[in-house]
């Protein structure tokens, strides 16, 4: 009788190996969802600042190519003469390209949007103005042609726009400096959500992590998977968050495009521009995103590090 062939030995399954973090969680993904959401906040805030900034720069530039002689009317005296003398004394001051006086109909039309249409102002006392316009790099001389038309004209002021300017620039740096303040609370919350979900996960594996670290585990490798995990987090919320800042850019710049001339499209345009962010506001919103996901995986990293040393 014959003996029956030995069975052939179990070939070993390979083991999977499981990751000192898990990959998907529900806290993963809340995480996600939070680290998206300040960045959107963060890249608006950024991005908004980059429009305001700008819109005051071309504020100032036009702001500072012009200037204005103010002609009052004043009994006794004919105003188109006096207006007609105050634009020859400007002709004759060096640096200006173009002088335009107003008359009476423009002058009118300036009060429109205050006053409205259809009004018979022709019995008030309304002021004319002179439009000076500078030649391409020249600069006025505002005292003398000022201490010019006063001498000619006792009835003419020049303004230089120089408070305007002033006024401008201190509102620009104002919502800059609140848009700064903005992205950094944004962040902070961000730092202290990351920090919050590390310490969350810490807990959650510290038995696997205590046992690692005492049979001899490097802490660079334990706070490697962390900084890994947390990374990659970080890289989908960031990632996430900025492109729909982004989109919400473009979206903007189409839709004032769409409405310009309406009701209140002016007041916007005037303050954000077109919303037209350009390759410096992209640029920024995606080294906002870089920056957050780095910052997280960092973050991590650095938490890790501090627990581990606390372990002895």
Do not use: C
């Not at 120089?162 to 620039?169: I, T």
């Not at 807990?203 to 490697?224: M, Q, S, Y």
Request: aromatic letters at 6%; charged letters at 15%.
């Amino acid at each position: 009788m014959s003996e029956a062939a030995p069975e052939p030995a179990a070939v070993p399954r390979p083991r999977r190996e499981v990751p000192l973090v898990p990959a998907a969680s529900i806290a993963g993904r809340a995480l996600v969802s939070v680290i998206a959401i300040m960045t959107f906040l963060a890249a608006l805030a950024a991005g908004g600042a980059l429009l305001v900034a700008g819109t005051s720069r071309d504020w100032q530039a036009a702001v500072s190519r012009e200037a204005t002689v103010q002609v009052r009317p004043m009994p006794g005296r004919d105003i188109d003469a006096d207006v007609a003398r105050a634009a020859e004394v400007a002709r004759a001051a060096p640096g200006l390209a173009a002088v335009e006086p107003f008359d009476k109909g423009q002058a009118e039309k300036l009060l429109e949007p205050w006053l409205g249409t259809g009004l018979d102002l022709g019995d008030l006392p309304i002021p004319r103005l002179i439009v000076l316009r500078l030649a391409p790099g020249a600069r006025l001389d505002g005292p003398a042609l000022a201490a010019a038309l006063a001498a000619a004209l006792p009835d003419a002021t020049l303004d230089d726009h120089a408070a305007w300017q002033g006024r401008l620039s201190a509102m620009a740096d104002a919502l800059v400096g609140i848009a700064g303040v903005v992205v950094l609370l944004v962040l902070t919350a961000l730092g202290l959500a990351v920090a919050f979900a590390t310490r969350g996960v810490m807990a959650g594996n510290r038995e696997i992590i205590g046992v690692l670290h005492f049979v001899g585990a490097e802490d660079r490798f334990i706070a490697r998977e962390f900084q890994r995990h947390f990374l990659r987090l970080g890289l989908q919320g960031a990632g996430l968050g900025g492109g729909l800042a982004a989109l919400a850019f473009l979206v903007a710049n189409l839709v004032t495009a769409h409405l310009a001339g309406g009701a209140g499209a002016d007041e916007v345009e005037a303050l954000f521009g077109t919303f037209a962010l350009g390759p410096r506001g992209y640029g920024a919103i995606a080294a906002i995103a870089l920056g957050t996901a780095l910052a997280t995986g960092w973050m991590s990293r650095a938490i890790v590090f501090r627990h581990l040393r606390g372990l002895g």
